[in-house]
């Protein structure tokens, strides 16, 4: 009988996992609150169950095996869930990350705990409770900017850069409005290059197939919200600050415990001291990552190899080693607030050979928001080449190309062009 992965969500973050797995020829099982969501219908067993309602899920399972499913393991692919991925494999003997690497995984204080008591670069942080100990803070630390954040949340929701004292009370109040849990985080603002990093654990040995400079050139015009916009590979730093970078999210990783699974790191190049950890997911990235940029700049599909894991298989670490180097690059769309009448220009734009990806999350007749964090964002398209030179003037022709009328007028997608 065919083994099975029991995947956490169904959603468009879940759809490559729940593909991958199918073409390795396993069975999927598939559970997410949204009777809608895309993978319940592809998946060989699915049901509407939001995975937060664990005994729930464990019952579905047990009713599966019970009628001959040979379920093997669980994982999930870009959302942050640990704890939960960490119950439901510990109540059926799975492989999984403990309860402590679920915890310290999901809470952005405890883990920044964690690496200062192993010794691991991070910003100064604090938790803070009123607007009178972030100004503490912040004089202690005589640092230029700070950044808060809730301790419980992705996807840059709930976080402010505050660029001077006057912004603090309602930096505060945003940030809090966002938190489940009523923890807010207060760090130190690092200027530098930031890298995103998926680093595999097998039996407790890393390699690091994951790694690109994320793009936030010129996005001090989305201040207080923080906001990327896409990224590169491959990266374009010296081969001295990559390993630096390699030990760092590798000695994260070990930090928190992840011996057989995945670690998505976030690292800023500080100039001063070099790269520092600012926080790091026990799990893959959503997005376009683990699922288009790596596989296609490098020939690497490590989510095959992280399912692997999860049903007890020990993957063949050569499949992580880079078997090519393209450039490759993806962008988002940032309309502004308004009503979306119309979009012009996609079709001239799926023309263009060098694109691999052209997706809209929005269409005519919907309300705009303000785009405050990643997952309010319109659209994005992914773009692959030989040079960067060549890969950027099509992103800006892609920009040029496809417009946005809303509230009857006509604006580019474009970050740089609509936010200054």
């Not at 500080?270 to 997911?281: L, N, S, T, Y």
């Not at 773009?383 to 604006?411: A, H, L, M, P, T």
Request: glycine fraction near 8%; charge should be neutral; hydrophobic fraction near 40%.
């Amino acid at each position: 009988m065919t083994d099975a992965l029991l995947v956490l969500g169904a959603g468009t973050d879940q759809l490559y996992m729940i593909n991958t797995a199918k073409k390795m020829g396993l069975k999927v099982v598939a559970v997410d609150g949204n009777p809608e969501a895309p993978g319940l219908s592809i998946a060989d067993h699915s049901q509407a169950i939001d995975f937060v309602k664990i005994d729930e899920v464990i019952l579905y399972c047990e009713k599966l095996i019970s009628k001959g499913v040979k379920l093997k393991g669980v994982s999930t692919m870009g959302s942050d869930i640990p704890q939960l991925v960490s119950e439901v494999s510990s109540y059926f003997g799975w492989i999984g990350p403990t309860k402590e690497t679920g915890i310290l995984a999901s809470h952005k204080f405890r883990m920044k705990v964690r690496f200062e008591e192993m010794g691991i670069k991070v910003p100064k942080f604090s938790i803070v409770k009123n607007s009178k100990q972030i100004l503490v803070a912040w004089d202690k630390w005589q640092a230029i900017k700070v950044i808060i954040k809730p301790t419980d949340r992705a996807g840059s929701r709930g976080i402010r850069v505050i660029t001077n004292r006057n912004e603090v009370d309602s930096a505060f109040k945003y940030t809090s409005s966002h938190s489940k849990n009523g923890e807010i985080l207060l760090e130190e603002y690092i200027e530098g290059l930031q890298i995103s990093t998926e680093t595999i654990a097998v039996n407790g040995n890393y390699t690091t197939p994951g790694f690109a400079d994320r793009v936030y050139e010129d996005m001090e015009s989305f201040w207080p919200n923080i906001m990327e916009n896409g990224g590169w590979l491959p990266s374009l730093i010296n081969k001295d600050l990559y390993n630096k970078v390699i030990t760092l999210v590798e000695d994260s990783a070990k930090a928190l415990g992840i011996k057989n699974g995945v670690a998505k790191g976030d690292v800023v190049i500080c100039p001063k001291q070099g790269p520092m950890m600012i926080e790091m997911a026990a799990r893959l990235s959503g997005g376009d990552f683990s699922e288009s940029l790596v596989p296609l700049s490098t020939g690497v599909n490590y989510v095959k190899t992280v399912i692997e894991l999860a049903i007890g298989i020990t993957p063949d670490i050569n499949d992580l080693k880079h078997k090519k180097k393209k450039v490759v690059a993806n962008r988002y769309f940032f309309p502004p607030k308004g009503i979306l009448n119309d979009i012009r220009g996609l079709e001239k734009v799926r023309k263009i050979p060098q694109l691999n990806k052209l997706d809209i999350y929005i269409k005519p007749g919907d309300i705009l928001p303000e785009i405050d964090s990643h997952g309010k964002r319109a659209g994005v398209f992914l773009v692959i080449g030989d040079d960067r030179v060549s890969v950027q003037k099509i992103i800006d022709s892609i920009y040029n190309i496809i417009e946005f009328q809303v509230d009857g007028v006509w604006v580019t997608g474009s970050p740089y062009k609509i936010y200054t």
